[in-house]
Nanobody, 116 residues
């Protein structure tokens, strides 16, 4: 089974930026997505990218501030977050998806904390 490892989280001031890498094992993927789970909340879809064609999809709540991209050479997917807000505080996860439905077991995620 494909495993995905998230990293890049940390404590950031509001208005700052972060780039979160997602490293999947293996070499054959269809679509990889980022999700997040805020304290006390449910896990929600954030963004997805089709590995072969590069098409992207974003949740309305993050359009304009989040950018998902992939690096074939590094076999990685990135989530770039700009203009961070306290409400972006969450654990961020990546996963293989069909649409926005996760397909494999969740990893540990990476914690993003935004201070006001």
């Amino acid at each position: 089974q494909v495993q995905l490892v998230e990293s890049g989280g940390g404590l950031v001031q509001a208005g700052g930026s972060l780039r979160l890498p997602c490293a999947p094992s293996g070499r054959t993927f269809n679509t990889i997505a980022w999700f997040r789970q805020a304290p006390g909340g449910e896990r929600e879809f954030v963004a997805a990218i089709n590995w072969s064609g590069g098409s992207t999809n974003y949740a309305d709540s993050v359009k304009g501030r989040f950018t998902i991209s992939r690096d074939d050479a590094k076999n990685a997917v990135y989530l770039q977050i700009h203009s961070l807000k306290p409400e972006d505080t969450a654990v961020y996860y990546c996963n293989l998806v069909a649409g926005t439905t996760p397909l494999v077991s969740w990893g540990q995620g990476t914690q993003v904390t935004v201070s006001s």
